[in-house]
Structure formats: C-alpha cells, structure tokens
C-alpha cells in the first residue's frame, strides 16, 4: 500500500530542491555595475563639491553627512568578505536619506543605485533604526505637557496657527478641520494639529 502523504512530501522536497537550483545568479550582472554606473558612485563625489547641490540633494551639508557617517559608522560597518565587497556606511546613509527625502519606493532606489530590492529595503530599515537609537533621545527627546503649551503658543503668537505643536517641511497632510469650527480654528484650543510649512 502506497503512504500518499510521504508522496506528497517527496515531491515537495523534489521541487524545493530543483527551484534552488535553479538560482544562476550570486548577484544579477544589473547590479554588479554599482561601482561604474550607481547613482551614489557617480553622483557623490561631485555633489560633495558642490554646497548648494549637495544641500539640494541630501538636505544637509556635506560635513553633517560626515558628522552623521562617523556616529554610525560602528554600529553599520561591515566586515570585507571573500565573495564580496561591502556597502560602504557613505552609501548606506545616501540610500536612506533618498527614500526619506523623496519617498520613491524600494525598487526605484534598487534601480539607481544599482542594488537588490531587499538589499535597499534591509539598508533602510536598518540605517532609520541605527539612526533612531543613536540620536532619538538628543533630537527628539520625549516632550512634556508644558513643552507642547509652549510651542503651541509660540505658533500662535508668531504665525497666527493656533494649536499647533510641530512643522514639516516638504511632505504634504491631508487635513480635515474639525465640525463646526468654520474659518477660525480658536473654537477648538484643546486640538492639537501638525502643520506643513
């Protein structure tokens, strides 16, 4: 009498066997041009020439750039292989801060600076965690209730917006203005917001 279930499993591992075979490629030969045709090895070293370029591009100065590699370098570093090269921390950090500054997805930035898609994505997610536990509690420290009644008031004294607590630059919110409220938000002191300036 035939076990169907050992069957089964056979083939599976048959199968599983075959589709990791199957594999051609240590590295797509896309992206083994990351050193002559990546967006961070040809685009880098000219920006970091350049302030206002560099500024435009990383949204901050170059010697921030630098201040930022040499806190993370200890924590990001990785170590010389016999099969490959590591990224550098400098590329690290770029590709983090383009997916900040600008949004675009994993598979676009995959593309420019010539990288795998999960590659990009792992950089990211650890660049922002390396970044958050090296600098969270000096930049952003947990605010107080008498911080936020501070910095509402000053938005409302300074820029006449009431209520609010903190600014981004450059991304946009889609607000809803609570019922009721019309033109003039002062009927609703106890809400805070977020505003984009």
């Known amino acids: ?9 056979a083939a599976l591992a048959e199968e599983e066997e075959k589709s990791n ?21 040809n685009l880098f ?31 990001m570093e990785k170590k010389q292989s016999n099969f490959r090269t590591p990224i550098s921390v400098e590329e690290r950090l770029s590709v ?18 010539r990288m795998g898609f999960s590659t990009v994505r792992c950089i990211v997610h650890e660049t922002c965690r390396v970044i958050w536990n090296i600098l969270g509690r000096i930049v952003l420290p947990k605010p107080t209730t008498a911080q936020w009644k501070i910095i509402a008031k000053d938005f409302d004294e300074i820029w006449n917006f ?6 981004i630059d450059g991304k946009h919110f889609k607000i809803r203005a609570p019922n009721n409220s019309g033109t003039n938000n002062r009927y609703t002191q106890w809400l805070p917001r977020l505003c984009c300036v």
């Not at 075979?21 to 090895?41: H, M």
């Not at 500024?55 to 806190?71: A, G, I, K, P, Q």
């Not at 997916?99 to 598979?107: A, D, E, N, R």
């Not at 009431?162 to 600014?167: E, L, R, V």
């Open 21 to 41: 075979q199957s594999r051609r490629f240590w590295v797509n030969n896309l992206w083994k041009q990351r050193y002559t045709s990546g967006e961070f090895n």
């Open 45 to 75: 070293n000219d920006l970091r020439y350049d302030v206002r370029k560099f500024y435009d591009y990383y949204r901050m100065s170059y010697e921030n750039f630098e201040s930022l590699v040499h806190l993370l370098r200890p924590f």
């Open 162 to 167: 009431p209520n609010c607590i903190g600014a």
């Open 96 to 113: 983090c801060l383009r997916f900040l500054i600008t949004g675009v997805s994993f598979k676009t930035l995959a593309f420019n600076y």
């Open 1 to 9: 009498m035939v076990d169907w279930d050992l069957v089964l499993i």
